[in-house]
């Protein structure tokens, strides 16, 4: 249902408050740029640092300034499946298409206890929902034998795969319908996921350089495997330099550059260090986004 490159949103802020303006501006970019789907609220967009409040706000705000132009896949997650359940609720009011949902974080369930979590969301809310798998912040894996049970789930329509595995990955999408969407969710296995039968990209790079991204996307869909193989290359050192720190400290630092929003992060996260800031100046002049 969802497939090609995806944008994982960033929230800007502006003194301690989300930036509407700002925020709805990053909208149109995606648009312009030809990216194929915008995700509010996922780890990019720091959810673990928003109020209920300015989540829904900022799901609000995106599906508006999208204005049906592009899907809208809203992060709904959370590690209480009742408060997953009333944040896809709001999302599938709101207006959006589709709802991404991290892996419980924190209780570290049973793999049956993550497919319950699941089944229990689209069962209550019966709206598309994209189950996000990220190990390194949940603390648990799903295995490629509950995503193929998940994906047997009417309204669980595809997977954010950010374990890291491309093995992982490659069984799990020879054990998931074809119709069933996999994304990856490291901008740097893009190509290789795309190799092994992959969808697509849930990508943090995208915010940056979307026309490249999708430019990437699009030779792999036209046959063009040089010269997707070409642009992956290309971008090798700016995927580098926007995972240096905890994301999003980097592609908020790059987007503060280019003038698009001001640098303002939330606590525990911290401004970029100089030594890297300097990092990422040099690959985003070397991608021709700074002068």
């Known amino acids: 249902m969802f497939e090609g490159i995806l944008t994982a949103l960033v929230t800007p802020f502006r003194n301690g408050a989300v930036d509407d303006a700002a925020l709805a501006a ?10 194929h789907g915008v995700v ?3 780890s990019t967009g720091e959810s673990a640092t928003l109020s209920h409040a300015e989540h829904r706000h900022v799901v609000e705000v995106v599906v508006e300034a ?5 899907p809208v896949v809203a992060g709904t997650g959370s590690n209480s499946t009742q408060e997953a359940i009333e944040l896809t609720l709001h999302a599938q009011q709101a207006g959006a298409d589709g709802a991404l949902l991290l892996s419980p974080y924190y209780n570290k369930p049973t793999q049956e206890g993550i497919y319950l979590h699941y089944e229990a969301v689209a069962r209550e809310t019966g709206f598309p929902l994209v189950v996000y798998n990220i190990p390194g912040r949940t603390a648990s894996n799903i295995a ?4 193929a049970r998940l994906a047997e789930i009417e309204h669980v329509v595809g997977v954010k795969e950010a374990c890291g595995d491309i093995d992982q990955i490659a069984h799990v999408i020879a054990s998931c319908p074809d119709e069933f969407s996999v ?7 893009l190509l290789p996921l795309l190799a092994v039968g992959g ?4 990508s943090t790079t995208s915010n940056v350089v979307p026309e490249s991204i999708g430019a990437l996307f699009a030779a792999w869909q ?7 193989l070409e642009i992956h290359q290309q971008l090798l050192p700016l995927f580098d330099v926007l995972f240096c720190e905890t994301n999003p400290i980097p592609v908020k630092a790059a987007l503060a550059l280019m003038g698009l929003l001001g640098e303002e992060i939330r606590l525990p996260l911290t401004p970029i260090s100089e030594a890297n800031r300097e990092r990422l100046q040099l690959a985003l002049k070397e991608n021709g986004v700074l002068g």
């Open 40 to 42: 509010p609220c996922g």
């Open 66 to 70: 999208a204005a049906g132009r592009i």
């Open 222 to 228: 036209a046959g063009d495997s040089e010269r997707a």
């Open 144 to 147: 490629p034998t509950t995503l």
């Open 199 to 202: 969808d697509g990209c849930i």
């Open 26 to 35: 990053l909208v149109d970019r995606q648009v312009a740029a030809g990216i």
């Open 183 to 189: 994304l990856s969710g490291d901008d740097a296995l």
